[in-house]
Each structure stands twice: as structure tokens, then as C-alpha cells.
């Protein structure tokens, strides 16, 4: 399918309230397991989510309107949230990830852009060329990477209870997939 | 994690909504896209989501108070929604999981299951032996698996537009790991 900025968006508005009605109200044991060391939880994931929204894809879309491959984007930390998220609750989480997606994307309707803007390339760090409608592909699948995770690290919880279920059950044969 | 009851109807009670906030009004191009031949879009695994909620679930959870190991489960049919749904909206199909999955958390509650209850046995077709805790684990953990699958079959759409950034998402490169 090709891109189209309208469909994206629409995508992109869903997350909200997507996350917030899967992760609301989750019991701690819930929220906050993992799927081992270094792994992240659901907590974790809406705090990255919150990180993205502030550093990464409209800073990267203005970078590419404003220099072009001229300056490469500022490597992302996804580490960030660990820090950032320390000490707030989950319902703080879910409001700032809601107002800070509002916010990008009246901030992207306000780019007004056209078919050609599509197409202008900037320069990511460690993947090189790349071009505006696959940044803003990639943050609509981003959101859909994430949800596919937390679905995943909640269905771990449950890897031992569902006994010889296991079988039939591809979310408990998922590893990851990470890079 | 152990089997909590509580916890369980906890993750039941969510999928209608999230469901709804993923899927509502998803332009045609992205509900009925599939990740290509014999594979789900995500209209169909809504529809296959109502068949666990008539033929599966609860009524395996009343064979095995009833019956126990004596009588085996009816064999699931993992096609039934692709007549079933055929005609119907989505807007049709997400009440009716919604309506069924409200009546078969009330139906659950009235079974008042007791932590004894949780290790009666039943007989799976093809897995022979299982416990009524492991099937409500399943029931909880399936709805997961199956938003899993209708994030990574929404994702799959953007495959190519998403250009390089495909080596750091996750979700594209999760093969399905369907039994």
C-alpha cells in the first residue's frame, strides 16, 4: 500500500486511546513485568512512546524541511524513559502521550504539506538516506511495533497458565524481534 | 505469573474497547487488507473473535463442570467466520463481540468458581488433558495473540513505504508463529 498523510494520520490519532484502553487500571503485576532483563513493560513502552513524540518524529520532519540531508537527525535515545517517566503514574503517562500527539499532529496539519514535500530527503545517522513519507510511515508503524509488544509482554505474563495451549498460541512464540 | 480470576476478567473485559479504538472507521484499504493469501485481515479476526465467544469458551468452561474428562470438547472451527460475518458491518461485528463478551463475563461471574473449581479437568480433542484455570488463561491470552496478529497485519501495509526503517521495527518482521 502507498503512503497517503491522511490515512497515516488517522492511524496515528488511534494510538490514544488505543493505550489507554488496553493499559488503564492495569493491575501493578500487570503494568510493570516484563519479559526478562533488559526487556521493557508496558510502563516502560508509553514513556518511550512519550520520548518519540518529543525527540524524534516532528523534530525529524521539521530537520528535513528546514536542512534537507544537510544536517543528520539527532540520534534518538531509547533509553530516555527510564529517566523521564521516574516517579510518575501511568495516568500521567497515558494524559502526557495524549496532549503531545494532539499537539504533533496540529503541528503537522499546520506544515500544509503537499505531494513534492513527500518525497524530500534528509539524513538519518545510521541509516543514511532517507525521505519524508517514510518517516512519517515509520512513526505510524511505530506505534503499531508498540503494540504488538505490549500485547506480547502481556500475554507472557500468562506463558505458564495456559498449560498445553501454548501450542496454538502466536503471541507466546513471538521473540521480539527487536534489532 | 499464577492464574488470578479477578486479573483474567480483568484483560477479558478490555478487548471490546480496544478493539473498538484499533479498528472503528479504519479506511477499507487497512480492515480488509491481509498479510496475502489464507491469511486474516483485521475484519475477519473480529469476526473469528464472536465464534470464540458462541462456541468456544464458555461453553468449554460448562463441559468441563459438567462432564469433566468424559466428554471432550467440540473441535473449534477456525473458519466459521468467514460465513458468518459475510454482509455484516464492522460497525455489526464490534457490538457483537462487545454484547457477547458482556454476557459471557456475566455468565462467568455466575458460575461463582471457587480456587478448587480452577483445577477440575477436561479433554481437549488434541490436547488431551487441561484445566479449567488454563482454559480461562487461554480465553484472556488469545484475545493478546489476536491483537498481536491485527497490529502486525496493519503494520504489514507499510511495509515498503516505511523504506530503511524497516531493519529497527519490530512488528515487520514477526513471521505470524501461527500453529
Redesign the interface.
Known amino acids: 500500500?502507498?503512503?497517503d498523510l491522511a490515512?497515516a494520520i488517522?492511524?496515528l490519532r488511534?494510538t490514544p486511546?488505543?493505550l489507554?484502553?488496553?493499559v488503564s487500571?492495569?493491575?501493578d503485576?500487570?503494568l510493570r513485568?516484563t519479559e526478562g532483563s533488559d526487556t521493557w513493560s508496558p510502563f516502560d513502552i508509553v514513556g518511550h512512546l512519550i520520548v518519540g513524540e518529543r525527540t524524534d518524529w516532528m523534530p525529524r520532519a521539521r530537520i528535513i524541511l528546514e536542512h534537507g540531508e544537510a544536517r543528520p537527525f539527532d540520534p534518538f535515545d531509547r533509553f530516555a524513559q527510564v529517566k523521564e517517566s521516574q516517579g510518575k503514574s501511568l495516568g500521567q503517562l497515558l494524559d502526557d502521550f495524549a496532549r503531545l500527539r494532539k499537539e504533533n499532529l496540529v503541528a503537522l496539519h499546520a506544515l500544509n504539506l503537499q505531494p513534492e514535500d513527500m518525497v524530500r530527503r534528509g539524513k538519518?545517522p545510521e541509516?543514511?538516506v532517507?525521505?519524508l513519507?517514510?518517516?512519517l510511515?515509520?512513526w505510524?508503524?511505530?506505534d503499531?511495533?508498540h503494540?504488538?509488544?505490549i500485547?506480547?509482554v502481556?500475554?507472557h505474563?500468562?506463558r505458564?497458565?495456559?498449560?498445553?495451549?501454548i501450542?496454538?498460541?502466536?503471541?507466546?512464540?513471538?521473540n521480539?524481534?527487536?534489532?
Open positions: 500500500m502507498n503512503f490515512d488517522g492511524l488511534r486511546p488505543v489507554r484502553a488496553l487500571d492495569l493491575p503485576a500487570w513485568s538519518h541509516l543514511g532517507v525521505t513519507d517514510q518517516l510511515a515509520t505510524a508503524v511505530h503499531l511495533t503494540l504488538h509488544q500485547s506480547r502481556m500475554a505474563q500468562y505458564d497458565a495456559v498449560g498445553p495451549w501450542a496454538y498460541l502466536g503471541v507466546l512464540h513471538c521480539g524481534h527487536s534489532a
